[in-house]
């Protein structure tokens, strides 16, 4: 099974960015993607943003359309997510996650939490207003 580590995650100011990061270590091949995830206090924890490790089109989650950005370095193993124009509403622990093996990213956004096979650790994201 893959390990997820993030990091990337504090305090910023409404209109700020941050940058969270996303390293899979073990067996990465078997998996087309990586995704993000957050969840506020309260609420059910739902999907933000999902790309794959080859040529392929992102996919985001409405509420962050065209302020966060996903991107990938495949010789790291690593995905990334640009998160700017930061509102009070964006904060969150934010979660990468793997989809199951050989499934498409995509599939995290249609199926949310239940089509996530592994979790990172989650990182802190708060934004103040």
């Known amino acids: 099974q893959v390990q997820l580590v993030e990091s990337g995650g504090g305090l910023v100011q409404a209109g700020g960015s941050l940058r969270l990061s996303c390293t899979a270590n073990r067996g990465t091949f078997r998996y087309s993607g990586l995704g993000w995830f957050r969840q506020a206090p309260g609420k059910e924890r739902e999907f933000v943003a999902a790309?794959?490790?080859?040529?392929?089109?992102?996919n985001y989650a409405d509420s962050v359309q065209g302020r966060f950005t996903i991107s990938r370095d495949n010789a790291k193993n690593t995905v990334y997510l640009q998160m700017n124009s930061l509102k009070p509403e964006d904060t969150a622990v934010y979660y990468c996650?793997?989809?199951?093996?050989?499934?498409?990213?995509?599939?995290?956004?249609?199926?949310?939490?239940?089509?996530?096979?592994?979790w990172g650790q989650g990182t802190q994201v708060t934004v103040s207003s």
């Open positions: 996650a793997a989809p199951a093996p050989g499934a498409s990213p995509r599939s995290l956004q249609v199926y949310g939490p239940r089509s996530v096979t592994s």
């Open positions: 790309i794959p490790w080859s040529d392929g089109r992102a």
